[in-house]
């Protein structure tokens, strides 16, 4: 788990076609991300990804998909390298939203992270499994989440043991939502 907050990555926007005059609407310790064009009245964005792990979560042939996982238009190849030393890869993503202060999906968010840093807690002795070990626990405790939540947990546990990634459950940014109010695990994981 993390002390302190990581700090946002602070390169500029790479130079690539499909990013000029484009403009930025999100930022964190990886990631960059623009307003992509409309199509078909679904909103997209460009996520800008200096993650590998972030990359294959978006890309992978395996990647989790279904009700609570971000949809994927596109992967429109590289731009530049960024300073975090990997390449940026523009992946087009639909366009999520934070979760309001309060309601039914902020409540399962909620519930999600602290169950979570819960068993981290609980499972801090295996230092750099605990995050692994943490979302096997809310998986496989009943704790009465709907079936396409505990679903999706578990396809993250598969995708985490899989590509060595970390759970990311605890920063309230990385669960977005749709328009329509669906959770979706916007950016769950990180790189070890
Ligand atoms: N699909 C999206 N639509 C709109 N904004 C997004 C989307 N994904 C991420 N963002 C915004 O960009 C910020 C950084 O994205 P995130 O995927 O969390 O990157 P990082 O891996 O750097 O933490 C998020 O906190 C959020 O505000
Ligand atoms: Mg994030």
Redesign the pocket.
Known sequence: MADAP?P??SDPVPDHPLLRGRRE?????????VEAATVDGQ???Y?I???PT?YAYYTAADRPVGRHF?VVFADHGTAGRSSRGFPFHIVE??????LPGSGETTDVATKISTAYFDACMMWRNLAQDMGRIALHHLTATPMGWADTVRESLQALEVFSDEYGALP?LI?A??L?MRKDGTL?F??PV?ME
Not at 25 to 33: A, D, L, P
Not at 93 to 98: A, H, M, W
């Open positions: 990581a946002i990555i609407i999100g930022r964190g310790e990886s990631t960059i991300v909103e997209r964005v996520k990804l200096s993650s972030d971000p993503v639909e366009r999520l939203y934070p990311d920063k940014d990385n977005m979706v916007s950016d990180f």
